[in-house]
């Protein structure tokens, strides 16, 4: 009696080893997408498609019906777990998703690396910004709940937003996906959550690199990173040295998590799974924890011009003190006033459900503020307008002369 299984999975084989997707199966055998994926999961070919299968493998009809091929097994990298051309098929569907508008964007996938040509009129004396980023735990979470989409945006959102702070402009991105299998659906989703992420940003996905790494990682685990590459006129680098006592400390409101803290999230559901349960602001505790963090470059596009903005940082890991002090020079002080930062709820229930101290939440969490913006005092009400149509944008400290490049006032508000 003939097995469908068996042979539906030794037909799912050897399309593989002969690096065709079940579109490029279908349209060579002259025959629907459809009738490809029935016989995978079962359904016995016509005998006229037997011949045609066996053609297209280099099999025998016996070997097909069998459900394996007759000579001795020989070890392959396939059999190890890397199937070099179903990757190499999978990677040109995706060719598509880099498509980009950017006439300095000189090749596409093929190529051993992406060309790029460097050409700014409007820019003076530029200045190359490089940049690498992960989005740390929080791909876990969302390879686990379903957002493996989303956590792309988290992943370019977070390296743009590095990049703009220092008033770069975004040029290009190259992608990394590391996995234990390459799974197409899954991988379809990632390179097309991270292109999309590029546009919105107004860059490009030029490129990278898809590994199957099967003795490294397990099956149905990604590990996602990307680099970048921004430009900007020497004399407009943003990197602290014009800030100046007197100057105003703006916060640019976050909308959640974004992508810091995440290991100690996973902690607290761990300990306490019936946080599961809580809503947020009408959504569900994975909902809000899971929001793609914000992207800042449009609203960051509309003040650079300004003479009064001095710096920026970007909150990420270790919080305001923890990021602001990186663009505060010797002798200055950023006075920072905690009952000014609006909270948002997702913190205060992190805060109340894991019996987290204020110091533990500033040093992990954002807890609200996803940039803070230092400018002179003349100019902090144009900057508010122009960064209020993107999102929450308010005064929250000083610039001073002092010896402690942060410091806190005040205490936090959680009602």
Same mark, same amino acid.
């Given at each position: 009696? #003939?097995?469908?299984?068996?042979?539906?999975?030794?037909i799912?084989d050897k *399309?593989?080893e002969?690096?065709?997707?079940q579109?490029?199966?279908?349209e060579?055998?002259?025959?629907?997408?459809q009738?490809?994926?029935k016989?995978?999961n079962g359904?016995?070919p016509?005998?006229?498609? #037997?011949?045609?299968?066996?053609?297209l493998?280099r099999?025998t009809?016996?070997?097909?019906?069998?459900g394996?091929e007759?000579e001795a !097994?020989?070890?392959?990298?396939?059999?190890s777990?890397?199937d070099v051309?179903?990757t190499d098929?999978?990677?040109r569907?995706m060719?598509g998703?880099?498509?980009t508008?950017d006439?300095?964007?000189?090749n596409g996938l093929?190529p051993?690396?992406?060309?790029?040509?460097?050409?700014?009129p409007d820019?003076?004396?530029?200045?190359l910004?490089?940049?690498? !980023?992960?989005?740390g735990s929080?791909?876990?979470l969302?390879?686990?709940?379903g957002y493996? !989409?989303?956590?792309?945006?988290?992943?370019?959102?977070?390296?743009?937003?590095?990049?703009?702070?220092?008033?770069?402009?975004?040029?290009a991105?190259?992608?990394t996906?590391?996995?234990g299998?390459?799974?197409?659906e899954t991988?379809?989703a990632?390179?097309?959550?991270?292109a999309?992420a590029?546009r919105?940003?107004?860059?490009?996905?030029?490129?990278g690199e898809?590994?199957?790494?099967?003795?490294?990682?397990e099956?149905?685990v990604?590990?996602?990173?990307?680099s970048a590459?921004?430009?900007?006129?020497?004399?407009?680098?943003?990197d602290?040295s014009?800030v *100046?006592a007197?100057d105003?400390?703006l916060a640019a409101a976050s909308?959640?998590l974004?992508?810091?803290?995440y290991?100690?999230?996973?902690?607290?559901?761990?300990?306490?799974?019936s946080?599961?349960t809580?809503?947020i602001d009408?959504?569900?505790?994975i909902?809000?924890?899971m929001?793609p963090?914000?992207p800042?470059y449009?609203?960051i596009k509309?003040?650079?011009p300004?003479?009064? #903005?001095h710096a920026?940082a970007?909150?990420?890991?270790?919080?305001?003190?923890?990021?602001?002090c990186r663009?505060?020079?010797?002798?200055?002080s950023?006075?920072?006033?905690?009952s000014?930062?609006?909270t948002?709820p997702? +913190?205060r229930l992190?805060r109340?459900?894991g019996r987290? *101290?204020?110091? !533990?939440m500033l040093a992990?969490?954002?807890?609200?503020?996803g940039?803070c913006?230092?400018?002179s005092?003349?100019? *902090?009400n144009?900057?508010i307008r122009r960064?209020s149509p +993107?999102c929450?944008c308010y005064e929250?400290g000083?610039?001073?002369?002092?010896?402690?490049k942060v410091v806190f006032?005040?205490e936090?508000?959680w009602?």
């Amino acid at each position: 009696m #003939l097995d469908g299984r068996k042979i539906g999975a030794f037909i799912a084989d050897k *399309r593989r080893e002969t690096g065709l997707t079940q579109a490029e199966m279908a349209e060579r055998l002259s025959v629907s997408y459809q009738a490809v994926s029935k016989w995978e999961n079962g359904a016995v070919p016509a005998v006229e498609m #037997l011949l045609a299968l066996s053609r297209l493998f280099r099999i025998t009809v016996d070997e097909l019906l069998a459900g394996r091929e007759t000579e001795a !097994e020989t070890l392959s990298y396939r059999s190890s777990g890397v199937d070099v051309a179903y990757t190499d098929a999978l990677k040109r569907e995706m060719a598509g998703l880099l498509r980009t508008e950017d006439a300095r964007v000189l090749n596409g996938l093929g190529p051993f690396a992406s060309l790029y040509e460097l050409s700014f009129p409007d820019i003076p004396d530029p200045v190359l910004v490089l940049k690498a !980023e992960e989005p740390g735990s929080k791909q876990k979470l969302a390879m686990e709940y379903g957002y493996a !989409e989303s956590v792309c945006h988290d992943m370019i959102n977070h390296l743009v937003n590095d990049m703009a702070v220092m008033g770069a402009r975004p040029l290009a991105v190259l992608d990394t996906i590391v996995c234990g299998s390459a799974e197409k659906e899954t991988i379809r989703a990632l390179v097309r959550g991270i292109a999309d992420a590029c546009r919105e940003n107004e860059c490009s996905l030029v490129g990278g690199e898809t590994s199957v790494q099967p003795q490294v990682v397990e099956k149905g685990v990604y590990v996602l990173t990307a680099s970048a590459a921004g430009i900007v006129s020497k004399s407009a680098v943003l990197d602290g040295s014009r800030v *100046r006592a007197g100057d105003v400390v703006l916060a640019a409101a976050s909308n959640g998590l974004h992508t810091n803290g995440y290991s100690l999230v996973r902690l607290l559901m761990e300990k306490t799974p019936s946080i599961l349960t809580e809503r947020i602001d009408g959504e569900g505790f994975i909902e809000a924890i899971m929001r793609p963090h914000l992207p800042y470059y449009k609203a960051i596009k509309t003040i650079l011009p300004l003479r009064g #903005l001095h710096a920026m940082a970007h909150v990420t890991g270790g919080g305001v003190a923890g990021n602001l002090c990186r663009v505060i020079p010797a002798g200055l002080s950023a006075v920072i006033d905690l009952s000014h930062l609006r909270t948002l709820p997702i +913190f205060r229930l992190l805060r109340a459900a894991g019996r987290i *101290r204020d110091e !533990e939440m500033l040093a992990t969490f954002n807890c609200g503020v996803g940039l803070c913006i230092v400018v002179s005092s003349e100019d *902090r009400n144009e900057v508010i307008r122009r960064v209020s149509p +993107f999102c929450d944008c308010y005064e929250l400290g000083e610039i001073t002369e002092g010896d402690t490049k942060v410091v806190f006032k005040n205490e936090l508000i959680w009602d």
